[in-house]
């Protein structure tokens, strides 16, 4: 059994995520674990999931990163 703990790390990592998507994330949870962060959501668009990303490895290293963002949205169809 893990112990997981809301913790201010994970508070600035998912305001962080929230502002630099302009809260286009949905059902954002952001947990830290043996210390890891894992963020959890999901997203309409791959562009949205990248600056999710980018705001999450502005704070932590990639090592302590554990990402399990969603892209949701409709595909694209090339004509």
Same mark, same amino acid.
């Given at each position: 059994?893990?112990?997981?703990?809301? !913790?201010?790390?994970? +508070?600035? &990592?998912? $305001?962080?995520?929230?502002?630099?998507?302009?809260?286009?994330?949905?059902?954002?949870? &952001?947990?830290?674990?043996?210390?890891?962060? +894992?963020? /959890?959501? +999901?997203?309409? !668009?791959?562009?949205?999931?990248?600056?999710?990303?980018?705001?999450?490895?502005?704070?932590? !290293?990639? $090592?302590?990163? /554990?990402?399990?963002?969603?892209?949701?949205?409709?595909? !694209?169809?090339?004509?």
């Amino acid at each position: 059994m893990q112990l997981i703990e809301l !913790t201010p790390l994970t +508070e600035r &990592v998912a $305001d962080q995520i929230l502002r630099s998507t302009h809260g286009r994330i949905r059902n954002l949870e &952001v947990e830290e674990s043996l210390g890891r962060v +894992e963020v /959890r959501g +999901e997203v309409r !668009t791959r562009y949205t999931k990248q600056l999710a990303l980018e705001a999450a490895l502005n704070m932590l !290293t990639g $090592d302590r990163l /554990r990402e399990r963002i969603v892209v949701v949205g409709k595909a !694209t169809r090339l004509h």
